[in-house]
């Protein structure tokens, strides 16, 4: 299948596969379970700003955006961040580019001449997996199950077949895997 | 906390969590996807035969047990099979007890001096991992994610801490992680 770009995916899970508690809460995801943040057994960030240098974009959803925009730091290396929203006027943050549909967005993405894009944030990691536009999933999955929040996960059109890439289980109990999604034929 | 005894859950899952498509399809959990079925390296079973040596007893809901029932083989090394079912009649089967309720299982499986017990079943691992009887967890996750289906992941009273023991990526790309339930105090 002939794509425009490869949807990046970088998500921080519970083992029941949510991203978020209902309300958006994030704490423990960061709270670890053993004393402590989740640690990678070198100070470090899980790779993290390793895939970040890598992509030429970003792409998430409002929520996400919105989430994320009161933080001081952008954590994207000065990477162009893409939203999606029907109701962000197009001018609301000098730090974005606003798309009122996917169709857009993809267009400007190709037209910009991203090849790998860092999808973010449940739903619109959804969408992009529906619509075949995704290449590349690194889950990491925390030690917990939550019962209920936010995931990138549900109904799709047809199976996501994967291929294993690595995993790594860290000190702490984080355990992370890289899947590249299959393309057939 | 004082548990009567340690379930212990084994369950194949996709990558999305779904241990069997809506209509109880199991297909896809074997099929592989690099051209055969899941291979541990070595013709094995992933440590299925050994997980089962070491259980009491089994404990199931009805919907699992049907799904079994038909099959020319038990896969439980003659352990007692406990079936929770308001429905089927006690003496349906000469291979299961039946009990109306997990009160009743439990009150069952303690008097038989059952200390780990295999629970299986979407339903029932929800159940009893919801109820704080769920010790230990072995999820192997095939590189797919069919979208739809059965889960053993759903709302929870409160979190469910884990404890990472081990993670091994098989050939073929199966990722198993056995997780113990962390109990506080």
Redesign the interface.
Same mark, same amino acid.
């Given at each position: 299948m002939d794509v425009p770009f490869t949807g990046a995916v970088f998500l921080g899970m519970s *083992?029941?596969?949510f991203i978020a508690r209902p309300d958006g809460d994030l704490s423990?995801l960061t709270a670890g /379970?053993?004393g402590g943040p989740p640690d990678d057994g070198a100070g470090g960030d899980f790779g993290f700003a390793a895939f970040v240098a890598g992509v030429d974009a970003l792409l998430m959803g409002r929520s996400t955006y919105e989430f994320l925009a009161p933080m001081a730091q952008w954590p994207y290396q000065g990477k162009p961040v893409h939203v999606l929203s029907t109701t962000l006027p197009p001018g609301a943050d000098d730090r974005i580019t606003v798309h009122p549909s996917l169709g857009h967005a993809v267009a400007a993405l190709g037209a910009a001449g991203c090849r790998r894009v860092y999808v973010d944030g449940g739903r619109t990691v959804h969408t992009l997996?529906a619509a075949g536009l995704v290449g590349e999933?690194t !889950?990491s @999955?925390v $030690?917990? !199950?939550? %019962?209920?929040g936010l995931t990138p996960? %549900? $109904?799709?059109p047809a199976? *996501?077949?994967?291929?294993?890439e @690595? /995993?790594e289980?860290f000190p702490? %109990?984080? *355990?992370q /895997?890289t899947?590249r999604v @299959?393309r057939e034929g």
């Open positions: *083992v029941d596969g423990w /379970t053993e997996l999933l !889950l @999955r $030690p917990v !199950l939550i %019962g209920a996960f %549900g $109904p799709l199976d *996501v077949l994967l291929e294993h @690595r /995993t289980a702490g %109990g984080m *355990v /895997t899947y @299959r």
